[in-house]
């Protein structure tokens, strides 16, 4: 019965990478713990930073630090284990006050407070959020009724100097009564154009300030995408750095690798998402044809591309220089007020969202909306053949800046 009972507690110090009672034991941002050793090669081997155990994805790699408090349960676990080991009296431990039930619920205590401040911070940042749109908010509002203020006043001033001069015209040819009319008639209509005005300029200042707001909170999932010069059509030149791509004249001699596309000048980014959020940046400048998105892992790469989510594609194009296109089921053409210079990508997986962006404008150009992911997911570019040099200029993977 004691190795029972050893076994049993022993469960709640094992690590669940390698199975074994903690070493070093460290904590990370989504509250699982693992062995320093394991967390860190199993980061080492993978392209993401995700936990094992919940799959939650992290940025930036966490800083590891040792769990003290965990570090001195292991301590006092192992101690406890040996004892009860050597101890021929079972009977009698069991009749005692149970010392693996208290560490277990301590260490139960410190994970849940530990989910409790993670919690908090989240909510924090929300607020945070929220109170910086409807501060701008209201700061717009209150240069508006001051424009109205002007703008009226003004109005009024304009209104009586030329209601005087044309009063004193009409006095001499009709009645009273119909000067006093027309001169109400003139001065209302013009402060109810100037109403007007303000509310229209108040709207799209509004939409403007909330657009910021959801470009400046999907930017907050920057990833850092480089292409894949595996997956590179054989006429695509990439820069050294797999930041920039355009197409060449010559078609290279290159092995056709099963991930390679063949038939047309395509190229993926070499990170894959399976979880979370993510979003890059893409340079569309002087361009006249071009194409960008997410793929998933497993679309053909040798023969015909339906680019269509029912193919495995979540992509936006531009053709003719002016034909901006969402290609969706059924295609979409887009009408938007001016060409995007840069292109923002961002994904949602759990979500089922892809939402395109014209960052200068922080202007949202399209969404997928209840889109069903079941495998990675890649980075989708396409420069589009030269056409005799107007289509030249490379696609650029830009860093996010967030203003």
């Not at 199975?19 to 693992?34: A, K, Q």
């Not at 940046?281 to 960008?292: M, P």
């Not at 079941?374 to 056409?387: A, G, I, Y």
Request: glycine share 4%; hydrophobic share 35%; aromatic share 8%.
């Amino acid at each position: 019965m004691a190795a029972v009972s050893i076994l049993s507690s022993e469960d709640q110090f094992l690590c669940s990478i390698c199975l074994d009672v903690f070493t070093d034991p460290v904590t990370i941002p989504c509250g699982h713990n693992f062995c320093k050793n394991c967390i860190t090669d199993h980061w080492n081997t993978k392209d993401q930073h995700l936990c094992p155990m919940c799959k939650e994805g992290f940025t930036t790699r966490p800083d590891l630090r040792v769990n003290t408090f965990i570090s001195e349960m292991v301590a006092q676990f192992r101690q406890s284990a040996q004892q009860k080991a050597s101890s021929s009296s079972s009977e009698q431990q069991v009749s005692k006050p149970g010392v693996q039930m208290i560490q277990k619920r301590q260490l139960k205590i410190q994970e849940i407070k530990h989910s409790v401040n993670l919690s908090e911070e989240d909510a924090d940042r929300e607020i945070a959020e929220g109170v910086q749109v409807f501060t701008s908010l209201k700061e717009s509002v209150e240069r508006g009724l001051n424009e109205l203020i002007n703008t009226i006043q003004e109005k009024q001033k304009t209104t009586e100097k030329q209601a005087e001069a044309f009063i004193k015209e009409l006095e001499q040819e009709i009645p009273d009564s119909h000067v006093l009319k027309t001169t109400s008639i003139f001065s209302r209509g013009t402060v109810v154009k100037a109403v007007a005005q303000l509310e229209e300029t108040l709207s799209e200042e509004m939409k403007k300030l909330l657009a910021e707001s959801e470009l400046k909170r999907v930017q907050q999932y920057a990833v850092d995408v480089t292409l894949d010069p595996d997956t590179a059509h054989p006429e695509l030149i990439l820069s050294d750095d797999g930041k920039k791509v355009n197409h060449g004249d010559v078609r290279k001699n290159l092995p056709d690798n099963p991930e390679r596309f063949s038939r047309y000048c395509n190229v993926l980014g070499k990170q894959s998402f399976s979880s979370g959020r993510f979003y890059f940046e893409v340079q569309v400048k002087g361009k006249t044809e071009w194409t960008l998105g997410v793929v998933r892992e497993s679309i053909d790469r040798k023969g015909e591309i339906p680019l269509s989510p029912e193919g495995g594609y979540w992509t936006i194009l531009l053709r003719n220089g002016n034909e901006y296109e969402a290609c969706d089921d059924p295609d979409v053409l887009l009408s938007l007020k001016s060409p995007p210079q840069k292109v923002g990508v961002f994904v949602d997986y759990e979500e089922g969202l892809v939402s395109f962006y014209d960052v200068d404008a922080a202007a949202l150009i399209y969404s997928f909306t209840g889109c069903s992911f079941t495998e990675k997911l890649f980075p989708f570019f396409c420069p589009c053949p030269n056409n005799v040099g107007e289509n030249s200029a490379p696609l650029i993977i830009s860093p996010v800046r967030v203003n």
